[in-house]
């Protein structure tokens, strides 16, 4: 970081120095390459095919993907539904096939001087639980929460994280 004294804490959503090479070559199948669907409908369809296993508790749980399609497309003027997000993120990911993944370490330890919190789904694919251990070795006084029967990533609304988030929020100065 640049600027360190212009960030106050961070919390990571189940990412951190250590990225699984299994974990980013399931995110580049999907990430950057959405084209627009028809309707709200497809777009929850879309969220279950693509992040079902990541969510495996709400497989059948209609509202919930309603709920995430809400929180992760828009509208267009034309009526088309697609992605909310830049999807030039894509360009940043290497392809662990071909790119050895970076060393991360530097980056996390640039802000591990500021307080932290990580949350972790229990069946992450891109984020291990020797992943969070090793940030607990760089940063020995690292908040963790772990959510169950959630992969890459929680959606920040279940109880053990919002939860976690709003203590370490009001911690945080």
């Given at each position: 970081?640049?600027?360190?004294?212009?960030?106050?804490?961070?919390?990571?959503?189940?990412?951190?120095?250590?990225?699984?090479?299994?974990?980013?070559?399931?995110?580049?199948?999907?990430?950057?390459?959405?084209?627009p669907?028809?309707?709200?409908d497809?777009a929850?369809?879309k969220?279950?095919?693509?992040?079902?296993?990541?969510?495996?508790?709400?497989?059948?749980?209609?509202?919930?993907?309603?709920?995430?399609a809400?929180?992760?497309?828009?509208?267009?003027?034309?009526?088309?539904?697609?992605?909310?997000?830049?999807?030039?993120?894509?360009?940043?990911?290497?392809?662990?096939?071909?790119?050895?993944?970076?060393?991360?370490?530097?980056?996390f330890?640039?802000?591990?001087?500021?307080?932290?919190?990580?949350?972790?789904?229990?069946?992450?694919?891109?984020?291990?639980?020797?992943?969070?251990?090793?940030?607990?070795?760089?940063?020995?006084?690292?908040?963790?929460?772990e959510?169950?029967?959630v992969?890459?990533?929680?959606?920040?609304d279940?109880?053990?994280?919002?939860?976690?988030?709003?203590?370490?929020?009001?911690?945080?100065?």
């Open positions: 970081i640049i600027f360190p004294t212009l960030v106050a804490g961070a919390v990571l959503n189940d990412i951190g120095p250590k990225i699984e090479k299994e974990g980013l070559s399931y995110l580049l199948t999907y990430v950057g390459r959405g084209q669907l028809p309707s709200w497809a929850a369809q969220l279950r095919d693509v992040l079902g296993g990541a969510h495996p508790g709400k497989a059948d749980d209609s509202v919930f993907w309603d709920a995430f809400h929180r992760t497309y828009r509208q267009r003027d034309d009526g088309q539904i697609e992605a909310d997000y830049d999807s030039s993120i894509a360009l940043t990911m290497i392809d662990p096939e071909t790119t050895p993944i970076p060393d991360l370490c530097p980056l330890q640039a802000i591990a001087t500021k307080p932290m919190l990580c949350v972790h789904g229990a069946l992450s694919n891109l984020l291990s639980i020797e992943g969070v251990a090793l940030m607990r070795g760089l940063k020995p006084d690292l908040h963790t929460v959510v169950e029967n992969g890459h990533a929680p959606c920040l279940e109880p053990e994280a919002w939860d976690a988030v709003l203590d370490f929020l009001a911690q945080v100065e």
